[in-house]
């Protein structure tokens, strides 16, 4: 990850970098966990936080987690999913963000 931070010039604003442990696939999303470590690590309440994801697992753990979620729809069939699942917000590429009513 950090390799593709720094190639992109990204990686003096991106901190910190969580994941699970490779070896570790059951703590992959929608397990909360790293969401969790994540706002834990910032110091910062799970309200404050929020996760844009572009899958159901992203959404899913993000609800686990208690973190708002917004969901990126780079493709039209995930629209209706990411609703459906819950998203607080959705967005296609280069569309404005809409609000779930």
């Known amino acids: 990850m950090t390799s593709y931070l720094a190639a992109r ?18 703590r992959m999303k929608p397990n909360p ?5 994540a706002a834990s690590t910032l110091g910062v309440d799970r309200a404050q936080c929020v996760l844009i994801g572009d899958s159901l ?11 708002p979620v917004i969901g990126y729809a780079n493709r039209p069939w ?16 280069w569309v404005k963000l809409r609000m779930r009513s």
């Open 33 to 37: 966990d790293p969401i969790l470590c």
């Open 9 to 26: 010039r990204l990686a003096g604003h991106v901190h910190p970098i969580v994941g699970r442990a490779y070896a570790e696939p059951a």
């Open 78 to 93: 995930k629209i209706d999913r990411f609703a459906e699942a819950g998203a607080d917000v959705w967005s296609r590429p």
């Open 57 to 67: 697992a992203d959404i899913d753990g993000a609800r686990a987690a208690g973190v």
